[in-house]
């Protein structure tokens, strides 16, 4: 048995006092945001976006100081592995009501919701009319129509395809409360914005549809009967993130699992446990509560024989470390191998599987485990097969479209596009060996100069990394897609680099970048000219040449890449559209699956012909709803860049790829040795 002391961080130490009087500065800002309006507004973005910059020069320095376990950004509450906690999951049936005009919110004229509107209101709508005859109610939250949860409103009815507004949902749940315990309300995702009441009491809010969020509803919690109401809006601004305009369907709603959880009343938060490049086994641990403080802190991992031992400092903090025992199996895509980890307390006791590996870039190579790897990989949206998805993507959904990669297409990589996908999801890659990136929706144009996008994208970096930081296959964080260059865009963009170097400084970081071309000779040129490449790890592009614009397929093997930049490269997509079953070998227009697959014969040829390419992960797996695209004939609301129909139904498309990395693995580039 290792045991090892604490290590203090005396960075964090030095700038707490900066970080508590920030935190409160935005949860000021947030709260106002979800209450009442006034004058202050005029003066939020300047107040955000000061404290933003501020932000930004501080977490450089952090970054180069310590790794940073929390920021100003990072959320109350982490609550890591939630699901394993005890409580009580909510999914299942709820009632639902459409509130396009937001009446349950706002009544006539701008004044408060009347009693008859309220909709966050648990009353029992038929007994008070019975006691009082003449109250008016224009709702009925108990008697609306059910729905199954988690999954968007777009599977309640088919009058709801299109509706971006207010929906309320509501259930009632029995619970007896147990003396010093706290509860907690958990949401894995709620798309867009929330506002959850608990037996009509405003208990939180929340903004982003891809991560989660944890309230504290100690003390709301009632024996017995108990009523939950959630109101979610799908709608966008121009300060959101993702913006109003995307190529994907929104799916509002509660598109992932409701939990109230149960824990002692100081209970262990968080806890990261990971391998370094150094060859140390490190480990953060957080402990929420009243008594955070001077708390016994174990770590085990029985596998390997290892504890680590130490005390939490007046933070609720520890930062322990030891060598990795000689018989630690890292975890890769041939041996995703995953230890049983046990962080406990006193009074608490968390339980983790966690594999453990090493992700850098050395030797002109991405390199996992000392050994380079070549990205063999696809990019997937949240979405399961079927006609009717509804983004309710469950355990065997993404299993089956995981598997499409790992087993079909012999891939050995996932881009999750274009949000953090579910916990779920994420725990799959890791007992299946699929080496991920994940991003938030930081896409195409939104507002950069806004101190409150900023904030709302900083947060949303948070909570994904604080959520993941344990998922052995996450090896990419992505900042953003396909976002045009500017200096406002350029200091917004470095500003979430600066946090995701001081959250996590094991893992690498990139972004899909757009490209300039240019002509020269005859020779079509692609330069990667983006400031931004100055800050990554690893350079991304998006590519369409063959499909967008006049270039023809067969001259698309003929583009040079040079190297301008001294970095690795990976294609983050390149990808044409055929509609499953449409064949046309003689005229090979576009929609024909011989076009699709032509495309890709004559794109994976010229990514053979670039020397720092490094991965791929074309767009896309399977075919995908998006209002955008509404051909009659091919489209009707479908992305069919997909390598399978939204049925499951492969392509010759999916043939072709599927064949060039089998190529790959059988020859050894999917792994060699690097060179000291």
Same mark, same amino acid.
């Given at each position: 048995?290792?045991?090892?002391?604490?290590?203090?961080? /005396?960075?964090?130490?030095?700038?707490?006092?900066?970080?508590?009087?920030?935190? !409160? !500065?935005?949860?000021?800002?947030?709260?106002?945001?979800?209450?009442?309006?006034? *004058?202050?507004?005029?003066?939020?973005? =300047?107040?955000?976006?000061?404290?933003?910059?501020?932000?930004?020069?501080?977490?450089?320095?952090? =970054?180069?100081?310590?790794?940073?376990?929390?920021?100003?950004?990072?959320?109350?509450?982490?609550?890591?592995?939630?699901?394993?906690?005890?409580?009580?999951?909510?999914?299942?049936?709820?009632?639902?009501?459409?509130?396009?005009?937001?009446?349950?919110?706002?009544?006539?004229?701008?004044?408060?919701?009347?009693?008859? $509107?309220?909709?966050?209101?648990?009353?029992?709508?038929?007994?008070?009319?019975?006691?009082?005859?003449?109250?008016?109610?224009?709702?009925?939250?108990?008697?609306?129509?059910?729905?199954?949860?988690?999954?968007?409103?777009?599977?309640?009815?088919?009058?709801? &395809?299109?509706?971006?507004?207010?929906?309320?949902?509501?259930?009632?749940?029995?619970?007896?409360?147990?003396?010093?315990?706290?509860?907690?309300? @958990?949401?894995?995702?709620?798309?867009?914005?929330?506002?959850?009441?608990?037996?009509?009491?405003?208990?939180?809010?929340?903004?982003?549809?891809?991560?989660?969020?944890?309230?504290?509803?100690?003390?709301?919690?009632?024996?017995?009967?108990?009523?939950?109401?959630?109101?979610?809006?799908?709608?966008?601004?121009?300060?959101?993130?993702?913006?109003?305009?995307?190529?994907?369907?929104?799916?509002?709603?509660?598109?992932?699992?409701?939990?109230?959880?149960?824990?002692?009343?100081?209970?262990?938060?968080?806890?990261?446990?990971?391998?370094?490049?150094?060859?140390? /086994?490190?480990?953060?641990? @957080?402990?929420?509560?009243?008594?955070?403080?001077?708390?016994?802190?174990?770590?085990?991992?029985?596998?390997? +024989?290892?504890?680590?031992?130490?005390?939490?400092?007046?933070?609720?903090?520890?930062?322990?470390?030891?060598?990795?025992?000689?018989?630690?199996?890292?975890?890769?895509?041939?041996?995703?191998?995953?230890?049983?980890?046990?962080?406990?307390?006193?009074?608490?006791?968390?339980? +983790?599987?966690?594999?453990?590996?090493?992700?850098?870039?050395?030797?002109?190579?991405?390199?996992?485990?000392?050994?380079?790897?070549?990205? !063999?990989?696809?990019?997937?949206?949240?979405?399961?097969?079927?006609?009717?998805?509804?983004?309710?993507?469950?355990?065997?959904?993404?299993?089956?479209?995981?598997?499409? /990669?790992?087993? *079909?297409?012999?891939?050995?990589?996932?881009?999750? =596009?274009?949000?953090?996908?579910?916990?779920?999801?994420?725990?799959?890659?890791?007992?299946?060996?699929?080496?991920?990136?994940?991003?938030?929706?930081?896409?195409?144009? /939104?507002?950069?100069?806004?101190?409150?996008?900023?904030?709302?994208?900083?947060?949303?970096?948070?909570?994904?990394?604080?959520?993941?930081?344990?998922?052995?296959?996450?090896?990419?964080?992505?900042? =953003?897609?396909?976002?045009?260059?500017?200096?406002?865009?350029?200091?917004?963009?470095?500003?979430?680099?600066?946090?995701?170097?001081?959250?996590?400084?094991?893992?690498?970081?990139?972004?899909?970048?757009?490209?300039?071309?240019?002509?020269?000779?005859?020779?079509?040129?692609?330069?990667?000219?983006?400031?931004?490449?100055?800050?990554?790890?690893?350079?991304?592009?998006?590519?369409?040449?063959?499909?967008?614009?006049?270039?023809?397929?067969?001259?698309? $093997?003929?583009?040079?890449?040079?190297?301008? $930049?001294?970095?690795?490269?990976?294609?983050?997509?390149?990808?044409?559209?055929?509609?499953?079953?449409?064949?046309?070998?003689?005229?090979?227009?576009?929609?024909?699956?011989?076009?699709?697959?032509?495309?890709?014969?004559?794109?994976?040829?010229?990514?053979?012909?670039?020397?720092?390419? &490094?991965?791929?992960?074309?767009?896309?797996?399977?075919?995908?709803?998006?209002?955008?695209?509404?051909?009659?004939?091919?489209?009707?609301?479908?992305?069919?860049?997909?390598?399978?129909?939204?049925?499951?139904?492969?392509?010759?498309?999916?043939?072709?790829?599927?064949?060039?990395?089998?190529?790959?693995?059988?020859?050894?580039?999917?792994? !060699?040795?690097?060179?000291?």
């Amino acid at each position: 048995m290792q045991e090892v002391r604490d290590r203090g961080n /005396i960075a964090l130490v030095k700038c707490q006092a900066a970080r508590q009087d920030a935190r !409160r !500065r935005r949860n000021r800002l947030r709260t106002n945001k979800y209450s009442s309006s006034g *004058g202050g507004w005029k003066l939020l973005p =300047a107040i955000i976006r000061l404290i933003s910059v501020v932000w930004a020069t501080f977490a450089l320095i952090q =970054a180069a100081e310590a790794q940073t376990f929390r920021l100003d950004s990072s959320p109350d509450v982490v609550m890591t592995n939630a699901s394993s906690r005890d409580g009580l999951n909510l999914s299942g049936g709820w009632t639902w009501s459409v509130d396009p005009y937001r009446d349950g919110l706002q009544g006539f004229h701008g004044t408060a919701a009347g009693k008859g $509107h309220q909709r966050f209101d648990p009353v029992d709508v038929d007994e008070a009319t019975r006691k009082n005859p003449g109250d008016l109610y224009e709702y009925d939250m108990r008697r609306a129509d059910k729905a199954t949860l988690p999954g968007s409103w777009v599977s309640h009815t088919p009058e709801l &395809r299109y509706y971006q507004g207010l929906m309320w949902y509501a259930r009632d749940f029995h619970y007896s409360p147990k003396p010093g315990k706290r509860y907690f309300l @958990r949401i894995e995702a709620a798309n867009y914005t929330a506002r959850v009441y608990l037996n009509g009491t405003f208990a939180g809010a929340h903004e982003g549809g891809f991560t989660p969020f944890t309230i504290d509803v100690t003390g709301l919690v009632l024996e017995g009967e108990n009523s939950i109401i959630v109101g979610v809006d799908s709608v966008r601004t121009d300060q959101s993130v993702p913006p109003p305009v995307t190529d994907w369907e929104t799916y509002g709603g509660i598109t992932r699992d409701i939990q109230l959880i149960e824990v002692p009343g100081t209970f262990i938060d968080e806890a990261w446990v990971r391998l370094t490049r150094d060859g140390n /086994i490190a480990a953060s641990v @957080r402990i929420n509560g009243n008594a955070c403080a001077g708390q016994a802190v174990e770590i085990a991992v029985p596998e390997l +024989e290892l504890t680590m031992r130490g005390t939490s400092d007046e933070r609720g903090q520890v930062e322990l470390r030891t060598t990795a025992p000689h018989k630690l199996a890292k975890w890769s895509p041939e041996n995703p191998k995953l230890y049983d980890v046990v962080v406990s307390t006193a009074v608490d006791r968390l339980h +983790e599987r966690i594999g453990f590996r090493t992700i850098e870039v050395k030797d002109e190579d991405i390199v996992l485990n000392g050994k380079s790897i070549f990205l !063999r990989g696809i990019s997937m949206h949240e979405e399961e097969l079927g006609t009717s998805p509804a983004r309710a993507m469950s355990e065997s959904s993404a299993r089956a479209l995981l598997s499409e /990669i790992k087993y *079909g297409l012999h891939g050995n990589f996932v881009r999750l =596009a274009h949000y953090p996908h579910s916990e779920s999801t994420l725990r799959l890659a890791d007992e299946m060996g699929l080496l991920v990136w994940s991003e938030v929706p930081v896409y195409w144009l /939104i507002d950069w100069d806004s101190g409150e996008t900023l904030d709302t994208a900083r947060s949303m970096i948070a909570e994904n990394i604080h959520r993941d930081r344990n998922r052995a296959s996450i090896i990419l964080w992505s900042v =953003a897609n396909e976002t045009p260059v500017s200096d406002a865009r350029n200091r917004f963009l470095q500003t979430l680099i600066s946090d995701v170097r001081a959250l996590d400084d094991t893992r690498l970081i990139t972004a899909a970048l757009l490209t300039r071309q240019t002509e020269e000779n005859g020779q079509t040129i692609a330069h990667i000219d983006d400031p931004l490449t100055d800050f990554l790890d690893v350079l991304a592009v998006n590519t369409y040449n063959g499909w967008y614009g006049d270039m023809p397929p067969d001259a698309v $093997h003929d583009i040079k890449w040079p190297d301008d $930049h001294g970095k690795l490269l990976i294609f983050s997509e390149f990808g044409a559209a055929a509609l499953a079953g449409f064949h046309d070998p003689e005229l090979m227009r576009k929609f024909s699956e011989e076009y699709q697959a032509e495309y890709y014969r004559q794109t994976l040829d010229m990514s053979s012909n670039i020397t720092f390419l &490094r991965g791929m992960s074309p767009w896309i797996l399977k075919d995908f709803r998006s209002p955008r695209r509404q051909h009659p004939i091919y489209q009707r609301g479908w992305n069919r860049k997909g390598l399978l129909s939204e049925t499951g139904r492969r392509k010759e498309a999916f043939n072709v790829l599927a064949a060039h990395y089998k190529m790959l693995e059988a020859s050894g580039i999917a792994h !060699r040795a690097t060179t000291d």
